[in-house]
């Protein structure tokens, strides 16, 4: 069982930045595919970027490809998600999740733990 608790939503302005966080408790963090989604009012859950548990590997949705930057430090059984150059767009509840197949599926389906999310607001 993995718990996820998401962190660092919040309110911008166009243009900037947020560093959204997910801290994971339970076992064996490094053994998932971490992967970070979000969710618009009246609209479905979308892929927005993974990491694989090693060595790394990154994939992103090509909507936000170039301006977010996922990340994980295993030793903090944390993954970051970097969001620069943020759109009004971009507003949605931010969750991330947990999957326990190596492969950087874009599939919600695919992933077993989510946490609960958190707001991000960004203004024109």
């Known amino acids: 069982q993995v718990q996820l608790v998401e962190s660092g939503g919040g309110l911008v302005q166009a243009g900037g930045s947020l560093r959204l966080a997910c801290t994971a408790s339970?076992?064996?963090?490094?053994?998932?595919?971490m992967g970070w989604f979000r969710q618009a009012p009246g609209k479905e859950r979308n892929f927005l970027a993974a990491i694989v548990r090693t060595p790394y590997n990154t994939r992103y949705a090509d909507s936000v490809k170039g301006r977010f930057t996922i990340s994980r430090d295993n030793a903090k059984n944390t993954v970051y998600l970097q969001m620069n150059s943020l759109k009004p767009e971009d507003t949605a509840v931010y969750y991330c999740a947990a999957s326990a197949i190596a492969t950087m599926t874009p599939s919600s389906s695919t992933y077993d733990y989510w946490g609960q999310g958190t707001q991000v607001t960004v203004s024109s």
């Open positions: 339970g076992r064996a963090f490094n053994r998932y595919t």
